[in-house]
């Protein structure tokens, strides 16, 4: 799960490349292309296509992107 310090900071530092994948689509998304769950906006991110849960790639995509992670540490530090 991402806070929402985390969030905004994806659509920042990753709105230009592909930050989840569907391995059921077998497609990669940007941010503005995710779905949320409308009931529960915090619980994580969703592919557009099929609705499935693709919130635990969006972390692995966090912890190794440079952007995310330069942006990050600005914020922190
Ligand atoms: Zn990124
Ligand atoms: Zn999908």
């Not at 989840?20 to 941010?31: E, Q, V």
């Not at 409308?38 to 499935?52: H, I, K, V």
Request: with cysteine; hydrophobic share 40%; aromatic share 10%.
């Amino acid at each position: 799960m991402l806070k929402a310090e985390e969030r905004s900071i994806l659509f920042t530092a990753c709105a230009g490349h592909p930050v989840a994948y569907c391995g059921w689509c077998l497609r990669g998304f940007k941010p503005a292309q995710l779905a949320y769950n409308l009931r529960a906006p915090m619980q994580g991110f969703m592919c557009p296509d099929c609705r499935r849960d693709v919130t635990a790639t969006v972390i692995k995509h966090v912890s190794s992107c440079p952007a995310f992670v330069e942006l990050h540490g600005r914020k922190a530090g």
